[in-house]
């Protein structure tokens, strides 16, 4: 067995053996019997008693001894049991819940999980301490990840875990507070921020007021919303009204006996309306929102004949009722989200939030997260711009510049790595495209698509952002190629060590295909089931070099390590060979629109595909686009006038410029595929105009003619031709252009000097 042999026979045992451990290994379970006494004096401590689970929701009731007396301390209850709030797993996040009489949180434990993050003991300890921060949080006030303002309870986010630290927050409020209400430890008109007390709602006056009347003196706004809680059809859906009430009289009859009396008269009032067929039924929250601004405006019910349920809001500023707004309740546990439109406009959806400044739903449980890290997005969004913008102009920069191409993709790779791989951790991975289809394949059987999951990661959804753009122009060779944080680690250690080794290329066609079934198998993992997508993505050594706080295993730390040290000796074996996250975006290359320009001499030619590093040039000097990550060696040789053959002569024939390109003799000579629509314009005017042939060299079996450049390179190589095979010198001596034969030792032509050694700028 030969040398090369070995070495490939060990790079794939050493595969094998790193490969991590079986899902079925890991126990994501931190509370086997979540109402055992031991469970239930855990979550609440100090309490002497408990009661069998009973009610709606399977409350566990919690006694202490007082004074020799019995008295009730509070509430223990399973989230699962209230709320069902899918996590990143696609399955709910269990917490067991200790809730006193006084409507605050006394105790929160962590039952069970399925995020893919959380799979070790650390990690779910790192899960369970991040509950305990809502401990002590009164289920009147609201939980932010930033500096708290009034009511507002403040906790730190899991580092790299968006979507699951959103999801444990309102699976632990939403069905405190539904427990509290269900219990009447708190009214609604308490849960949903207002001033008013039960006490002072049921003192509210009897309203002679009508919804026929209320209609003729305001812009009024009606949903038949069609929750998911209405079986019974249309007649049976909740209906949903809103108007802003901008009368005075609207304002005295509706307000009039509100504390401190009707209100100013630069307030802006909304009346809200809700009406539940065979439910007496009130919102559990209600909110309103416009452009970035949220409001949970004081409450204060009225009485109006044709709706079960109505209430005034004063919002003393801020909100503009000439400009669309959303309104946001949630009734019997099910989110209603409506847009109010200027003139009673009802929008079943809330349109785009740049025309009609106004965000859609979902955006409520994501909007904290974009304003905790609106600086990183908006300087990450500067960053790919300015690559795509390089990228785009590259040719014409490196030219004015001085410099390849290649060496000024170099140049981004540095700072990319610095920025979204160590200041902000940006990468990208497999998990997020699995994801993407798992919803896919949700939204077409059940049509649910849940976009939360994509954008409670602020920079990690701009970057998919910028690939699904970039792609369908260029592929995914500027994501490959000049922004992937691990990409640039890996390229920049194999030019910073002094090793080289290339796989043959009969070992490198082969495995290049093995990132295929790898994505496929993550993806059929994630649809499957989150564990078992969860465990083959963990070929990615992603987190490992950029998200080190959530690694754990050790197995996984040691495949990672071999793939981080392996490209200090090979050229990006991993994005090459292994990467599923580069295959899935490969598959998008289909798409790509913007052909790398070859030659019809290419073929004969090898100097760009020795030159590749990522041999992605065929044998016929085409270009493999699933394999091309737009390193831009070929393009800087492709204009080159000193080392392309093809363009040498042109620069004989010609006069070599900038737009060349543009020239129909250079046009004639790019490969019909790989002309761009302005080149084939160009050329057929010239056809029409001067009767120029675009396919010179169609008819012949031959595609290098006699006496060209790339004709007496190949003679001098013993190649022959059917320009002769006697080797003897085509040209004369003063052409120094010419290619003669290298036996000749008295020419003084250099034509085939490229060949030998190589432009070191390529």
Sequence with gaps: MSRHHWIAAAFALLLVLSMPAPATAVDRSTIDDPFSDRSLSKVYPGVDDFSEPSGQYQTVEAYRQVDGERQLAGYVFLTSNVVDVDGYGNEPIEFLVALDTNGTIRGVELVEQHEPFFDRASAIQRLRRFSYQMVGMSVTQDVTLRDPDAN????????????TTRASIETVTRSAR???KSEGIVSSSVLDGGAANETATNQSAER???LSDLGRGTALARWTTGGANASGGANDAPTLYAAPIESDPVRQSLLGDREGGPPDANATVIWVGLTVPGSTARPERLRLHQWTRSYAPPIHETQIEGVDWSAALVIEEGLDTARPFVLGLTVDGERLSRTYGPGGLAVRRPVDAVAARTLPAWVGTVESAWEDNWPAAAALIVFLTGIVGVFSFRSRISRR?????????IGTLVVTLAFIGWYHPTQPTTQQIAILVREIVSWATT???RWALFFSAPLVAITFICIALVIPKWGRGVFCGWICPFGALSELLYKLTPWEYELPREYHVKLEKLRYPLFIAIVIGFVISTDLGATLAKVEPFKAAFYRSLVTDPVYIGWSAVLIVS???MFRPYCRYLCPLGAGLALGNVLQREPIQRYDLCGDCVKCQSDCEFQAIEDDGSIDRFQCFQCSVCVDNYYDPEGCPVVLQYDNEHGFTVDAWRDPALIERIRPE???????????????TDGGDPEPYAGSSDLVPAG???DMVRQSAGDGGPSGSDGACGCSGSDESCGCSGSDESCGCSGSAWLDGGNDDA
């Design 152 to 163: 507002e309870h403040h906790v730190d986010a899991l580092t790299g875990a968006s979507v």
């Design 178 to 180: 539904l427990v509290a």
């Design 208 to 210: 002679r007021m009508t």
């Design 401 to 409: 510049a001085g410099w390849t191409t290649n060496r000024l993709r």
């Design 447 to 449: 049509g649910g698509f």
């Design 567 to 569: 490209g200090a000796f």
């Design 674 to 688: 790989d002309r761009t629509g302005e080149q084939r314009r160009i050329l057929d005017e010239h056809t029409m």
């Design 708 to 710: 060209t450049i790339v």
